[in-house]
């Protein structure tokens, strides 16, 4: 048993500790990889919030994650609601089409989506970009709203029909509300994957509608620049505080009900 | 009779946006790969054989086969104390283990990998440490394949862990309590109770550590040896540097192949609508 915890807490250090490398990293004043850092500035976070070549990548990155998710919850909000709700010829086949997106791996979808949008004349731009982005989150979107559509009551739609509201009524009084919360995460799920997606972004999107992580790939294979520690930083900052905040939030509820109690 | 028929059309509505997108910019390029596969520019199988008769091909898909194999096993070694200590102490200390583990898991994959390229750098801290230890010079660690395994293992592990605890968290405690007041052992209790009741985790984690590491591109390129490719690499440097495209679409189809061969057992045995949760 005690060796067995020790074990866990070095498996959790070897979990954490590289997370938390790239912090001192960006406030480092060397102009390699250089760890401990020799001394300390702000200089390479002014150098990016001043940079062209890493703003223009942050905000493609952010529109064509918007788009992304814009289009798969239109695509895939409507195919859940037959997935899950109705039985029918072709069902499973429909599926693993919608699975398939994550089975394949990403590098051969690279090589498809390189040739397919050379021919069609939008490889290097944002919408061949937002294009195959969407296919490759349909399953993660597909799986979090048809999971949220399986756990509603469907005697709410019963209820209010019985009430005598019309079928489109109670979709858009009862139902959509009720589900509302499961679409929203199945779209921030849809724009995480885009977010973060590499592959398939380092080979179509080009210099012009370059996003995050091709930006940071080619940074690190090509010109080892300190800014990006910077970048690795503020995205470990984002996710820190992702994961914090319910915590936190909790923390504070918790704190305020006991005040009103006393 | 019409409203069945209504309903039939409304099945079709909802589900054509989807099922023709997903046609025209999933299916097609997918099956263009095929086809350059074996079109060049009339019918040949000449990259197929290439890649059959080329030793070197050969060394390249061993070689990924091992990587993968071998990151998998040791990220379940890893993650299994790991989420066996989260479900038997819980409280406090599985909170702050799971928060860890899911920040790890929803940082990016190239934050992480410029962490290692830092770690394990020419400048970094575990070759100062080494030196210090006295081996002087300290060997070479970046850019082998004992860098971008060690990475790939810390990239995976949060799936592995998450994978194991889901399984973990339903089994009743009660159960290798009921073991240990018959006679068994600590031990005993663990292996002829615990242990098997967790194998349907341990499947899964595997499962999708394997496949995730089969297709791996970012990380073996940026931080493995370039003497020792992976697959997805080696199609990465057929379609950027040789513009091969007919070689890179055969080595996609044999990548593709291999995992759906992965995903097929899996799914004979366990059942693929299983694997996500």
Known sequence: ?262 | MTTLRNERALLWLLLLPVVGFLAVFFLVPLSQVLYFSVMDPGFTLKHYTAFITDGFYWKVLFGTFQTAAFVTVLALLMAYPLAYMVVRLGGAFATTILLIVTMSFWTSFLVRTFAWMVILGNNGPLRAAMEMLGIVPAPQLLFTRFSSTLAMVHLLIPFMVLALYSVMKKIDPNLTRAARSLGASPFDAFRRIFLPLSAPGIVNGCTLVFIMCLGFYVTPVLLGSPREQMIAGLIGQQIEEFLEFGEASATSVILLAVTLTVFALYNRFVGLDKLWG
């Open chain 1, 1 to 262: 048993m005690r060796i067995t915890l020790a074990l866990a807490l070095l498996v959790a250090l070897f979990v954490l500790g590289p997370l938390l490398v790239v912090v001192p990293m960006s406030f480092s004043t060397a102009n390699s990889f250089e760890f401990p850092p020799p001394g300390y500035w702000l200089g390479y976070y002014r150098s990016f919030f001043g940079d062209e070549r890493w703003l223009t990548p942050v905000f493609n990155s952010i529109g064509i994650g918007l788009a992304t998710m814009l289009l798969t919850m239109l695509l895939v909000i409507p195919a859940s609601f037959a997935m899950v709700r109705q039985r029918f010829m072709g069902r499973s086949a429909i599926n693993l089409l919608l699975m398939m997106p994550m089975i394949v791996p990403n590098i051969v979808m690279a090589l498809g989506y390189y040739t397919y949008f050379s021919q069609l004349k939008i490889i290097h731009s944002p919408l061949g970009v937002v294009l195959a982005h969407t296919c490759l989150s349909v399953p993660v979107c597909y799986l979090i709203i048809a999971a949220s559509l399986k756990g509603f009551d469907r005697n709410l739609e019963r209820a209010a029909m019985n009430l005598g509201a019309s079928p489109l009524r109670t979709f858009w009084e009862v139902t959509f509300p009720v589900l509302r919360p499961g679409f929203l995460v199945g779209g921030l799920f849809a724009f995480i994957h885009s977010f973060d997606e590499a592959v398939v972004a380092i080979f179509i999107s080009g210099q012009a509608a370059s996003t995050l992580p091709r930006k940071m790939f080619d940074s690190i294979r090509i010109e080892a620049d300190p800014i990006i520690s910077v970048v690795s930083t503020l995205l470990f900052a984002v996710v820190l505080l992702a994961v914090l905040s319910p915590l936190a939030w909790r923390a504070i509820v918790k704190a305020r009900s006991q005040f009103r109690a006393a």
